[in-house]
């Protein structure tokens, strides 16, 4: 059963079958973030449902180079602990085994990509975390997201948020 997903924006990549399997879906966060967008979960949770898959959360704290990478971030267990628990709860309504991983980094795109490479990664999420929420245009204006969709080795797929929260 194909599903319909009219809020997805997928990048060119290179062609896969129509029995195209995402068996592992990325999903990159920074833990900055409070709320992961639910429009990338349940986007996520719908692909993998359909093939059998799992989601990757990927969560990120972006230290900056004036800073030693360990750093004490306040309050990151209570964030990450929020951000699990709630994508968690909302794969687990569809059946579906999140995983995660944080890590701190300097530089968010080289992260990302060398996430999706270590774990075999099939589908690269990317959507748009921040407070404002830009949408789209938002995100194809990102150097971050701009670099992963032209260095992917795998489909990058841009999800815009719902238009109530755009």
Do not use: C, K
């Amino acid at each position: 059963m194909a599903i319909s997903l009219p809020a997805a924006i997928a990048r060119r990549a290179p062609r896969r079958g129509a029995d195209a399997e995402f068996r592992s879906i990325l999903i990159p966060v920074n833990a900055d973030h409070e709320l992961i967008p639910w429009e990338m979960v349940d986007v996520a949770s719908r692909l993998a449902t359909e093939r059998g898959g799992v989601i990757d959360l990927f969560v990120f704290s972006l230290i900056p180079l004036s800073e030693e990478l360990d750093v004490e971030i306040p309050d990151l267990d209570s964030r990450l602990r929020r951000l699990i628990a709630r994508t968690t709860a909302m794969a687990g309504r569809h059946g579906i085994t999140v995983h995660w991983s944080h890590r701190r980094i300097r530089d968010a795109a080289a992260a990302i990509l060398a996430e999706a490479e270590r774990d075999g990664t099939e589908l690269i999420l990317l959507g748009a975390t921040d407070t404002r929420r830009t949408g789209y245009r938002g995100l194809v204006r990102d150097a971050t997201a701009r670099r992963v969709a032209a260095q992917a080795q795998v489909p990058v797929m841009f999800v815009r948020p719902a238009p109530e929260a755009a």
